[in-house]
Nanobody, 117 residues
Framework: QVQLVESGGGLVQAGDSLRLSCSPS????????MAWFRQAPGKEREHVAG?????DNTYYVKGQFTISRDKAKNTMYLKMNSLKSEDTGVYYC?????????????WGKGTKVTVSS
């Protein structure tokens, strides 16, 4: 099992920046890819970005944020600049344990981001 814990959310004003963190524990050596998702109030969860754990190859679904990883700290980040009210939501990190996995098998409980306009 892998446990994922997000942190870094909070209440900010439009235009501000935040950096979210996600730290895996447990069988973190099982991780193949990690990603950020978000869910706005009343909306479906959406994919934001991901990073492959063995080579830090990244991809973006929502292009305004930056995903990164600190290997020494075994932590994934999502840097969010120029936040807008529509970025409000709960941000989740998730992990796949293989390239063949069709689903993300590990999920954190989320960290809430509220952007006031």
């Amino acid at each position: 099992q892998v446990q994922l814990v997000e942190s870094g959310g909070g209440l900010v004003q439009a235009g501000d920046s935040l950096r979210l963190s996600c730290s895996p524990s447990g069988r973190s050596f099982d991780i193949y890819l990690m990603a950020w998702f978000r869910q706005a109030p009343g909306k479906e969860r959406e994919h934001v970005a991901g990073i492959r754990w063995n080579d830090d190859n990244t991809y973006y679904v929502k292009g305004q944020f930056t995903i990164s990883r600190d290997k020494a700290k075994n932590t994934m980040y999502l840097k969010m600049n120029s936040l807008k009210s529509e970025d409000t939501g709960v941000y989740y990190c998730a992990a796949k344990n293989s390239a063949d996995a069709s689903e993300y098998v590990y999920w954190g409980k989320g960290t809430k981001v509220t952007v006031s306009s």
